[in-house]
């Protein structure tokens, strides 16, 4: 076999030869020519820069909307916009997000549009996009949520995908169907039943003005109706207050005795059962006066039955009855 020929010079030592590369490997972006002289960039200025890690929990679009608003109260003389966010938003990348950075071919940024479409293509896939898609198609409305909070919900879920690809029209749509019956129906009211005659551009600020003025709505009464409306199968949700505040009570009474450094007595726990005769969850048995009425009644009613039902045993009864042997004329004791 033939040797096999070694490019270098064969002088070298094994020691220069593993020693690292002291070369650096150029920059992804490529910077645009300027007629300045310098660019002076302080610490401070780096400081304040958004940080972006390239985690999943992060979105690249508020970064990069924190970012150029970041650098709109930057003014450098002779640099245009584009060369000094090209030069500021390396600062702005850590951890993942950097290497990620890094790894890109030398010289394939050339622009603020390029580097905008390989970053959010990097930490704004495809995948994603179609959750947030489906999040938004898929909107709901709770029953005890506002409906003030529902729409600023909704917004959210649109500004956190902005390429979701939804028209207006179809975003009021996705969300005119997502509230409840109650909620649509003070839409229709608000606009004299003509909420789907307005066009795409009216019905959104019809929904932004309805967002902004049921802020000041007053929901106190509404909640206290609802706390005791029956649920679904004919059942009450009964409040804990009573059982909550005999725990309270117990539990004071403890830490006095801790404090006086007396014995603790346990009181025993009780069930409060609810009236059966006025079906309230509010009203309890053991303090319903008809109850304990009601409870007397029968016992006093069979009993007066059952005296109806036996022979008459006084002192005028036509059949032979024990008081009979006490009366003087029929003794029969000799004199």
Request: one cysteine or more.
């Amino acid at each position: 076999m033939g040797e096999r020929i070694e490019n270098g010079d064969p002088s070298r030592t094994l020691r220069e030869l593993f020693a690292p590369i002291t070369t650096n490997t150029p920059s992804c972006i490529v910077l645009s020519a300027t007629n300045a002289t310098h660019f002076d960039l302080k610490p401070n200025v780096i400081q304040v820069l958004p940080a972006f890690q390239g985690l999943e929990n992060e979105d690249p679009y508020t970064h990069v909307k924190s970012f150029l608003e970041m650098c709109d109260t930057f003014r450098f003389q002779r640099f245009s916009d584009e060369s000094v966010r090209l030069r500021l938003f390396p600062f702005s990348l850590h951890g993942r997000a950097k290497t990620w950075l890094h790894s890109n071919m030398p010289g394939s940024i050339t622009s603020w549009e390029i580097l905008l479409s390989k970053f959010y293509n990097k930490f704004f896939s495809i995948f994603r996009i179609n959750e947030c898609r489906r999040e938004i198609s898929g909107f709901s409305q709770d029953e005890e949520v506002k409906f003030f909070e529902s729409w600023e919900r909704f917004k959210e879920l649109t500004m956190k995908c902005p390429p979701h690809g939804f028209e207006t029209w179809r975003l009021v749509q996705f969300f005119y169907n997502g509230l409840t019956q109650p909620q649509r129906n003070m839409i229709e009211s608000m606009n004299g039943g003509g909420f789907l005659n307005l066009t795409r551009k009216e019905a959104y600020r019809l929904l932004d003005e309805l967002s902004d003025s049921s802020q000041r709505w007053d929901f106190s009464s509404r909640q206290g109706k609802s706390s005791a409306s029956p649920k679904k199968g004919g059942l009450y949700e009964v409040k804990d207050d009573a059982d909550i505040r005999r725990q309270l009570k117990d539990l004071m009474r403890k830490v006095e005795a801790i404090a006086l450094n007396k014995p603790v007595i346990e009181v025993d726990t009780y069930q409060v059962d609810v009236c059966s005769l006025r079906a309230s969850p509010m009203h309890f048995a053991q303090n319903c006066p008809s109850l304990s009425t009601f409870a007397e009644h029968p016992t006093e009613q069979v009993n007066a039955f059952n005296d109806h039902r036996k022979p008459i045993s006084g002192h005028f009864a036509k059949t032979y009855n024990p008081w009979w042997r006490n009366h003087p004329n029929f003794s029969w004791k000799q004199n």
